[in-house]
C-alpha cells in the first residue's frame, strides 16, 4: 500500500496559472520533503517541513510556496508557473533528519505548463 | 562546493554483472545512499553505508571508502527489470542530502 501519496499525478497548467500539488502520508513521520526534479537530472530539494517547522532553501524562487496543515498532509503552491516549472515534483518524508534514516519518496506529480 | 559524481549512461548485458561508481566532495559526512528510479517513477531506496566496506543484499551490494570518497553499487544476473537510473546521494555535516544526477543503466538482452 502507498505510503506517501501525491495528487495530481499529471497535471497541466496555463503560464501563469497557480497551480497546487497535494501529499500525504500514512507513516506518521516529522519530516516532509518538497522536491523538483527535471529529466536526466538530480532531485532538487525546495524546502522541508520538521514537524512545524519549515525551512527554504536559499535558492528555492518565491514563485513557490508550502504548507503543513498537519502532520499527514503538505501541499506545494506554485503561485504564477513558467515554463521552466515544468518537472516532476515529488514529495518525501522521513521520521527524523538525516542520519540513515531513509527517504521514503511519494509517485511523483508531473507538471506541464502550457 | 559539493560535488557528486557519476557516469551518465552504461549498458550491461542481462545475466552479467554491473559495478556503477559514484564520488563525492561533500562538506562532512554522514552516510551514502544508493537509490533506484525506474523512468517516470519516484526513486525507491537501496542501500545506505555509512562505514568503510561492502554491504551485501541479494543480488545488489553497496561499498564505500570514506577516504577516497568513493562509492560503488554492484548489480549480479542483471535482469531487464533493472533498467532504471541509480542515484547515489550523500548526507553531509548538516544531514542535507547532496544528490547526483543518477547513472542510466540499460540492459540489453
Known amino acids: 500500500d502507498a505510503m506517501v501519496i501525491q495528487n495530481p499525478r499529471y497535471q497541466v497548467t496555463q503560464f501563469g496559472k497557480p497551480v497546487t500539488l497535494s501529499c500525504s502520508q500514512t507513516l506518521n513521520h516529522n519530516v516532509m520533503y518538497w522536491y523538483q526534479q527535471k529529466s536526466s537530472q538530480a532531485p532538487k530539494l525546495l524546502f522541508h517541513?520538521?514537524?512545524?517547522?519549515?525551512?527554504n532553501e536559499a535558492d528555492t524562487p518565491d514563485n513557490f510556496q508550502s504548507r503543513r496543515p498537519n502532520t499527514s498532509f503538505c501541499f506545494l503552491d506554485i503561485r504564477s508557473p513558467g515554463l521552466g516549472d515544468a518537472a516532476m515534483y515529488l514529495c518525501?518524508?522521513?521520521?527524523?533528519?538525516?542520519?540513515?534514516?531513509?527517504?521514503?519518496f511519494g509517485e511523483g506529480s508531473w507538471l506541464t505548463v502550457v | 562546493g559539493q560535488n557528486i559524481d557519476q557516469p551518465t549512461e552504461m549498458t550491461a548485458t542481462e545475466g552479467a554483472i554491473v559495478q556503477i561508481n559514484c564520488t563525492y566532495q561533500?562538506?562532512?559526512?554522514?552516510?551514502l545512499f544508493w537509490y533506484q528510479q525506474h523512468a517516470g517513477e519516484a526513486p525507491t531506496f537501496l542501500s545506505y553505508n555509512v562505514l568503510d566496506g561492502l554491504e551485501e543484499k541479494g543480488r545488489f551490494s553497496s561499498f564505500l571508502s570514506r577516504s577516497k570518497g568513493y562509492s560503488y553499487l554492484l548489480l549480479k544476473e542483471l535482469q531487464m527489470k533493472d533498467s532504471a537510473s541509480y542515484l547515489c546521494?550523500?548526507?553531509?555535516?548538516?544531514?542535507?542530502?547532496?544528490w547526483g544526477a543518477g547513472t542510466k543503466l540499460i540492459i540489453k538482452p
Open positions: 546521494a550523500v548526507s553531509d555535516s548538516n544531514y542535507q542530502l547532496i
Open positions: 561533500t562538506s562532512g559526512f554522514n552516510g
Open positions: 518525501a518524508t522521513s521520521g527524523q533528519l538525516g542520519s540513515s534514516d531513509t527517504i521514503y
Open positions: 517541513y520538521y514537524d512545524k517547522d519549515f525551512n
